[in-house]
């Protein structure tokens, strides 16, 4: 069974720093790419960083220069790093494995920052 854990969120003040970690466990067969997408409270879930098997990257606007994505396959897990962050950052951050066939997300982890 394919599982996916994220860890690494909580309240951090603005313009610090906070790296989110996603660890997914069981088979997942030809993964096109792995994403984090974020949810304000009262907003639609909206994608934050992409990225593929061969390491190419995609960014919304809005954490352009101050959040990366990036991949462990051997420890089979990805990761956000976030740097300045600002109070509109604040949301659940979500991991997400998408296949040929299907995705998979993980729970959740929630970020808040504080001005």
């Known amino acids: 069974q394919v599982q996916l854990v994220e860890s690494g969120g909580g309240l951090v003040q603005a313009g610090g720093s906070l790296r989110l970690s996603c660890a997914f466990s069981?088979?997942?067969?030809?993964?096109?790419?792995m994403a984090w997408y974020r949810q304000a409270p009262g907003k639609q879930r909206e994608l934050v960083a992409t990225?593929?098997?061969?390491?190419?990257?995609t960014y919304d606007d809005s954490v352009k220069g101050r959040f990366t994505i990036s991949r462990d396959n051997a420890d089979r897990s990805v990761y956000l790093q976030m740097n300045s962050l600002k109070p509109e950052d604040t949301g659940v951050y979500y991991c997400?494995?998408?296949?040929?066939?299907?995705?998979?997300w993980g729970q959740g982890t929630q970020v808040t920052v504080s001005s």
């Open positions: 990225i593929t098997q061969g390491g190419t990257t």
């Open positions: 069981g088979t997942i067969y030809s993964i096109n790419y």
């Open positions: 997400k494995a998408k296949t040929l066939w299907t995705e998979y």
